[in-house]
């Protein structure tokens, strides 16, 4: 992003000393937040949330320490926005896994300070020549994001053509832990998930999630509030959304995280995806003038007190 790109978005969307838009490693924009309540930043390049660190808190987002920053590239950890299919695509192996929002560039459309003292900014990204090649359809797609005591966000597809269109999505988020070994994810208890590492066998989940293996799963019909109890750093992360019927849970694991050659050194051990989704068989079809909105709020409360295991 060039200095002039730059002036021009601080001239027209800064919020005094709450936030303002620098050129961050590789080139990327880079949108960076301090209120009252929390620090964070935003990359232009897929709107993709890189941080959030409630005051006097640690970080709840985990970013990795090998993250390439790339035009054209995702960003290892964050919340990569995956839109309009979840993984694979379904008929062109040659088309990138997660869609292609996550490595275009957004444009800013809004920014405010609230009432409560938090910050919202919210940006699209546009239909273009390189967009038409994976998905020749008349939409909107807009991110807002709310950064406060909470870390708020709201994926909004507008589907302003003629034709009804489905999609699968996710916010692919990367949450921090003190180690993944000795954490549990509640709220998935019973739920019906697709094993992608056993041939995508459909299996049903007993107690909470833990982690001992690489871990890949599609809960479906999931729609209820996740913890991620960590009694290593004594706190947990409240997962509360709507407008989603998956939750997908993620863990590399030693093998997988060498092979992807951006987790860091032992990264796997201090992340953990719980991601808010509607992916396989909870995709989503819009009608013509309808909008679908993809909501999550994570809150990161304490366990100060509880003994850890
Ligand atoms: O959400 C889990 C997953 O689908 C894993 O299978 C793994 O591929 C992960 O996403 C990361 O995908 P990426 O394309 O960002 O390397």
Redesign the pocket.
Known sequence: MTMAELSALNEQFALHDQLVFREGPGGLGICEITNGHAVASVALQGAQLLSWIPRGEQPVIWLSRDARFEVGR?IRGGV?VCWPWF?PHATQPSFP??GFVRTVPWRVCETKILEDGATFVAFRVTRTDTTDVFWPHTVELELAVKVGVTLEFDLVTRNTGSESITIGE?L?SYFSVGDVRHIAVEGLEGCVYID?LDSGKRKQQSGPVVFDAET?RIYLDASAECLINDPRMQRRIRIVKSGSRST?V?N?WVDKAER?GDMGENGYLNMV?V?SANAADDVVTIAPGDEHHLRVSYRLESLAGKRAP
């Open positions: 995702s990569p993984g896994a997660h996710a692919h992608k890949d997908v993620w590399p992807m995806c991601e």
